[in-house]
């Protein structure tokens, strides 16, 4: 399993009032992800990136960061067998991405994801 991006995902309460904040403020560039209760902003110099969310579509929390992998199903056995908790089991979501949620041992939830191929 190897990490390919690891993209911050805050919770936010307006997707309207962040897309002020990210782009006329910090001059961002939304990355529309075709979904209304998540959107990415990105520094097209640099490719950093954050991601805002009013809630999780499917899951029953929202994540703190997403973790994209190469492998997401070997990462998900690998995980549920060193017994950490599966948040979110894995799962095919209509938006193109395979994903679970995990909870990290200090409470936090990460969102592990990979597109589909």
């Given at each position: ?14 997707l309207?009032?962040a897309r ?15 979904l ?13 990136a954050?991601q805002v969310l009013?809630?999780?579509a499917t ?7 997403s ?5 997401v199903?070997?990462?998900y056995?690998s995980?549920r067998?060193?017994g950490?908790e599966i ?6 979501e209509?938006?193109?991405v395979?994903?679970?949620?995990v ?7 990460l ?7």
């Amino acid at each position: 399993m190897t990490v390919t991006q690891i993209i911050a995902d805050l919770r936010v309460d307006d997707l309207d009032e962040a897309r002020r904040f990210y782009v006329d403020g910090l001059g961002l560039t939304e990355q529309p992800l075709g979904l209304d209760w998540v959107t990415r902003f990105v520094d097209p110099g640099t490719g950093a990136a954050v991601q805002v969310l009013t809630r999780d579509a499917t899951a029953p929390e929202a994540p703190a960061a997403s973790v994209k992998v190469d492998d997401v199903h070997a990462t998900y056995a690998s995980l549920r067998d060193a017994g950490y908790e599966i948040v979110h089991p894995l799962t095919t979501e209509p938006w193109g991405v395979v994903r679970f949620f995990v909870r990290t041992p200090d409470g936090t939830v990460l969102n592990i994801v990979q597109h589909h191929t």
